[in-house]
């Protein structure tokens, strides 16, 4: 039998940017992508490289990116221009954000982000939603 987990209940949290951060879940959230964590390689391969095969080493990790799809509430406080996702991404602000695991333990990832993309959806055949991009700065905090 398998072991697998239902995404179903999955949360993606804003801080408030208090000290301690409060965090409050993103209101009618979809589909959740990411984090899409990487690591970067330098080629380093010398003209003596045993068999002509390429070497590498490793350099930094990329934390990447979380992409997530909201049925879009324009009034909305998690969303609207004057207080939401939109405001923290014209304003240039440093969020930390938290995706919240439906596992027994609740695992949470907390992030550092900014908020790079937010792309509005007027479906003729569908309801008003968004995507929402959040680029993650630093290493993420992993309990």
Same mark, same amino acid.
């Given at each position: ?12 949290k =804003?801080? *408030?940017?208090?000290?301690? #951060?409060?965090?409050?879940? =993103?209101?009618?959230?979809?589909d ?6 990487? $690591?970067?390689?330098?080629d ?5 490289? &045993?068999?002509? !095969?390429r070497?590498? %080493?490793?350099? $930094?990790? *990329? ?5 997530? #799809? ?15 996702? =939109?405001? *923290? ?10 995706? %919240? !695991?439906p *596992?027994?333990?609740?695992?949470? !990832? ?13 479906p003729? #055949? +569908?309801? $008003? +939603?968004?995507?929402v &991009? $959040?680029? =993650?700065?630093?290493?993420p905090?992993? &309990?």
């Amino acid at each position: 039998m398998t072991s697998a987990i239902s995404s179903f209940g999955t949360l993606v949290k =804003i801080g *408030d940017g208090a000290t301690p #951060d409060a965090y409050t879940t =993103i209101a009618e959230l979809l589909d959740i992508s990411g984090p899409n964590f990487s $690591l970067g390689t330098k080629d380093v391969t010398a003209q003596t490289a &045993t068999g002509a !095969w390429r070497e590498f %080493v490793a350099t $930094l990790l *990329d934390p990447g990116e979380v992409t997530f #799809d909201i049925n879009f509430i324009p009034t909305e406080n998690t969303h609207d221009v004057g207080a939401g996702l =939109i405001k *923290d991404m014209t304003n240039r602000t440093n969020r930390n954000f938290q995706v %919240v !695991w439906p *596992d027994v333990g609740s695992t949470t !990832w907390t992030i550092s982000t900014y908020i790079t993309g937010f792309v509005p959806k007027a479906p003729v #055949d +569908g309801s $008003l +939603g968004a995507s929402v &991009t $959040l680029k =993650i700065t630093g290493q993420p905090t992993i &309990t």
